[in-house]
């Protein structure tokens, strides 16, 4: 039986070479791409298929910053497909990032010079904004819209026969201080990147506690640093062409300057290889790349406790029920 993964954010980036690197794996998947611009999905759906002309690959809308249409998705896919055995949770989002030039300047010279470089901790800020949901933007896209698809597609995760993985793409940058359960949206804070990037390692571990016995399995990787439209958000790709070359040598020492999306999805295409009963729901999968050029996978330990995770699942729960109109008019057959 066909194999079926769908991949959010799958129009550029690691999205894109996820799907790419895929392909190459198992040319017998039935992969959708679950993008909020058609048009962009039809020129990747294109690009796909160019090296992998015989490949299944279909489309399906979803703005996953807007409830009504991550409802709609849900139930085209629901009418689609009986059992999905991949979902790849990797659109993602960090609006107008600031780099902190003093916090650069003095990490330069301090001995967490290697960590900041790998984390990017203390280094960028980002304005955030309300949503036609009247959720915080990065929260919504980079968590909840996430949360709402997983929780509408359970039918189709939830086999305790035939195991599916969830697979969020988290980052290295998600940090337990930038995240708080009263203000879990940060809307008072200036690094809602990290904060919903460590809001979905708490969920993935509440995941694993509450589906596992259902067969629904969740892991989270961090790609590295790797360039992309994200990142020249940060500082503008000719800068980071100019870096090119302390790039290849700071790699040297730290192995998560990744750089290109295919080096980013090492760790993401590892997951599909595995056996989800035999992962370790506390480990984070980094994606690395050595000075000379091998990519290979690391697992290291995430700084989070069960009790925590099980409230921020409760937490979303609530904040669900307040979405049961949007839900119903959505999936109202006319709508
Ligand atoms: N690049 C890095 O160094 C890095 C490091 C750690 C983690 N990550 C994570 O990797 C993931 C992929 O990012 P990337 O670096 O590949 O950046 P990217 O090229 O900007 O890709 C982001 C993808 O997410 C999609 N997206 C954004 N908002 C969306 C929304 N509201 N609904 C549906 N899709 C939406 C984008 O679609 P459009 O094409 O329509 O914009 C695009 O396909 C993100 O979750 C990011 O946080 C990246």
């Known amino acids: 039986m066909k194999k079926v993964v769908v991949v959010t954010g799958a129009s550029s980036?690691?999205?894109?070479?996820?799907?790419?690197?895929?392909?190459?794996?198992?040319?017998?998947?039935?992969?959708?791409?679950?993008?909020?611009?058609?048009?962009?999905?039809?020129?990747?759906?294109?690009?796909?298929?160019?090296?992998?002309?015989?490949?299944?690959?279909?489309?399906?809308q979803i703005d996953v910053s807007n409830l009504r249409s991550v409802f709609q998705a849900s139930r085209e896919l629901k009418q689609r497909f009986e059992r999905l055995d991949y979902l790849y949770l990797n659109a993602g989002i960090m609006p107008n990032p600031q780099l902190n030039l003093k916090a650069l300047f003095y990490g330069l010279f301090s001995r967490n010079i290697f960590h900041m470089f790998s984390t990017a901790e203390g280094l960028l800020t980002q304005d955030d904004k309300v949503t036609v949901d009247g959720l915080q933007e990065v929260f919504e896209t980079n968590v909840f819209g996430h949360f709402i698809l997983i929780r509408e597609l359970e039918p189709l995760l939830c086999h305790p026969d035939i195991p599916s993985q969830v697979i969020w793409t988290s980052s290295s940058n998600a940090k337990k201080s930038n995240f708080t359960l009263e203000d879990f949206q940060h809307v008072k804070g200036h690094e809602p990147y990290s904060s919903s990037k460590y809001a979905t390692d708490l969920l993935s571990l509440a995941l694993n506690r509450n589906f596992n016995q259902q067969g629904l399995y969740s892991s989270v990787v961090c790609p590295g640093v790797v360039m992309t439209n994200l990142t020249y958000g940060i500082l503008p790709p000719f800068i980071w062409k100019l870096l090119i070359p302390f790039i290849f040598l700071l790699r040297f020492f730290i192995n998560s300057f990744t750089s290109t999306p295919y080096n980013g999805t090492e760790a993401l295409l590892w997951l599909f290889r595995q056996k989800p009963e035999f992962l370790n729901p506390l480990t984070k999968y980094h994606s690395l790349t050595t000075g000379l050029g091998h990519n290979y996978v690391s697992p290291q330990k995430m700084d989070l406790d069960e009790e925590t995770a099980e409230k921020f699942y409760q937490n979303l729960l609530d904040l669900e029920k307040r979405f049961g109109a949007i839900r119903a008019k959505a999936l109202d057959s006319r709508s």
């Open 13 to 60: 980036g690691i999205g894109l070479a996820l799907c790419e690197r895929l392909l190459s794996e198992d040319e017998e998947l039935h992969l959708c791409l679950a993008c909020r611009n058609l048009a962009k999905a039809e020129a990747a759906r294109v690009t796909l298929l160019s090296s992998h002309p015989t490949a299944e690959i279909t489309l399906v």
